[in-house]
């Protein structure tokens, strides 16, 4: 079924239904397509900068693999001020499966500012942001759902861990896992969580833990996944590191050495923000949980 788009004036407090121009923070976007009034079972966010060509292949992988699982589903994708075809890609994907929306950023913002935007217009139970390369097959979707349903408030793939077991597929161009690894160290010896992996592109969050964090959220770029786990340790919300089968995609829009500059800066102005009390929230969330040792939680290889 094909929804024409249209341009409708909404503010926050609209109902879920309506489509057209929203304005978040002052910026405004483009939901061409619209949704239903019942809040599906998940929601999956894919940020894109011109991801024309690898897109639309994830996109029907997705489909496919949730179709097969008779679930309820919203597939968010926010085209990060593209200057390609991704969002005529997205509008073609869309004409085929109603599930599919498409979020327009009016300029570039980054991939932290793209992944906010649709969690703050995600409605699902569980919610989930993946990358618009596919490195992460969706099949990948069930170990961290198993890891939610142990108990965790939300459960991070981590390449790192995959790597040391056998069991898993990691393939990564060596430079990338280089860098990868001396950022982590980095990382650590600035007091930040020991995470084996926190740049993952796959990571999924009980729907309440997701808009607590996001709401508190500052970082627009690539260490945005640094904040969001130093909130959510804040919190003492239970995070699962569980391991997961990767595939490096050609075409990669990640700058090694500039965007590790880049990110160090942000890691910096994260602790800058938690001195001033900019993370703390204005109602503590009940909860008693501590979080488990990395990859305490386990899912089953299935």
């Known amino acids: 079924m094909h929804f024409s788009p249209r341009s409708v004036t909404v503010g926050h407090d609209s ?71 991704t969002a005529h890609a997205v509008e073609d994907t869309a004409q085929r499966c109603s599930n599919v929306r498409l979020i327009q950023l009016t300029c570039n913002m980054g991939k932290g500012a793209a992944v ?45 861990l995959a790597s040391q077991d056998p069991a898993f597929t990691v393939q990564a161009r060596w430079h990338r896992s280089l860098l990868g690894s001396l950022f982590n160290n ?9 995470f084996a992996d926190t740049q993952c592109g796959f990571k999924l969050f009980r729907r309440p833990i997701a808009q607590d964090l996001f709401s508190v959220s500052c970082v627009d770029g690539y260490a945005f996944d640094l904040e969001l786990l130093h909130i959510a340790r804040q919190r003492n919300y239970r995070i699962a590191e569980v391991p997961i089968n990767w595939t490096d995609q050609p075409g990669s829009k990640v700058r090694p050495w500039r965007d590790g500059i880049i990110m160090l800066q942000e890691l910096l102005a994260i602790r800058k923000r938690e001195a001033q009390g900019l993370y703390v929230p204005r109602c503590r969330p009940a909860h008693n949980a501590v979080e488990p040792d990395l990859a305490a939680i386990e899912p089953t290889h299935s």
């Open 15 to 85: 109902p879920p239904w309506r489509i057209g121009r929203v304005t978040l923070r002052h910026e405004a976007v483009s939901i061409v397509t619209p949704c239903s009034t019942q809040a599906p079972a998940l929601s999956i966010i894919i940020p894109a900068y011109n991801e024309a060509r690898r897109l639309p292949l994830f996109l029907q992988q997705a489909i496919a693999y949730l179709d097969r699982h008779s679930r309820s589903y919203e597939i968010l994708v926010v085209d990060d001020g593209s200057t390609d075809g």
């Open 116 to 160: 906010r935007r649709g969690m703050q217009a995600a409605r699902g139970t569980l919610q989930l942001f993946a990358d618009a390369d596919g490195a992460t097959p969706m099949e990948e979707l069930a170990r961290l759902e198993s890891a939610i349903t142990a108990g965790a408030d939300l459960a991070i793939g981590s390449r790192a």
């Open 186 to 194: 980095l990382v650590r010896r600035l007091g930040e969580p020991r």
